[in-house]
């Protein structure tokens, strides 16, 4: 192998790496997405039977203390229900980012390969364009032989 062949070789192994990074990378976020949905799932969930029970709580007479108590547990669950929506969208951002990095790293690795694969052609063609002229070559130096010993001047 030529020392540019090796450099493109070493160019892919390199690409190869980075591309199997930016897949672990891809699988790691879109596990954390998903984690990040179905906590904000629970917690809206969550939040919906607190304020059903409480509607049920509140067809009966109750004590403002417990209202009190109702409404100030129920803003932080609002807020624990924004806080992880943010989350989860923030989660889903990076995932996005990491399959197009994916993306980006398996267009290099294709592109080198496909690059190796015209240069080993081109090379090959060089090859056999050397033989075929070494083959024309000694059959012409045959052909003189042949015709100088049977012809001779």
Same mark, same amino acid.
């Given at each position: ?35 990040? =949905? ?14 059903? =029970? ?41 995932? =996005? ?5 994916? =993306? ?50």
């Amino acid at each position: 192998m030529t020392a540019p062949a090796d450099a493109l070789h070493l160019l892919l192994e390199r690409a190869q790496e980075v591309r199997d990074t930016a897949a672990r990378a891809l699988h790691a976020a879109n596990a954390q997405a998903t984690a990040a =949905r179905a906590q904000h799932g629970e917690l809206d969930g969550y939040r919906g039977d607190y304020q059903r =029970r409480w509607l049920e709580q509140f067809s009966q007479p109750t004590a403002i203390g417990l209202v009190g108590c109702y409404q100030s547990f129920g803003q932080r669950l609002d807020q624990a229900v924004s806080t992880q929506s943010q989350a989860a969208a923030f989660a889903d951002q990076r995932e =996005r980012h990491a399959r197009e990095q994916l =993306r980006q790293a398996e267009m290099r690795v294709a592109a080198l390969r496909q690059l190796i694969a015209r240069r080993e052609a081109e090379a090959q063609q060089a090859a056999q364009r050397r033989e075929q002229r070494a083959t024309d070559e000694y059959a012409a130096r045959a052909h003189l032989r042949r015709t100088s010993t049977h012809h001779p001047v």
